[in-house]
């Protein structure tokens, strides 16, 4: 599952989309699980960066 984040100048993750590109699921119960998983991640905060900056995340679900 693929993110695109978009994370404030704080370092805070301030939206995450899905990026259908790079992902290899479409599964809405796994969207929604690293949803909230990158939205509690936190960023070392940079005064002068700009006031959003976007990144991408990549989570490996495995089957047990």
């Keep these: 599952m693929a993110l695109n984040i978009w994370v404030d100048r704080n370092g805070k993750v301030t939206r995450v989309s899905q990026n259908l590109d790079r992902s290899t699921t479409t599964s809405q119960a796994l969207f929604n699980i690293a949803k909230k998983a990158a939205m ?20 490996v679900f495995q089957l047990q």
């Design 40 to 59: 509690q991640c936190t960023f070392t905060a940079k005064t002068d960066a700009p006031a959003e900056q976007v990144g991408l995340m990549v989570f």
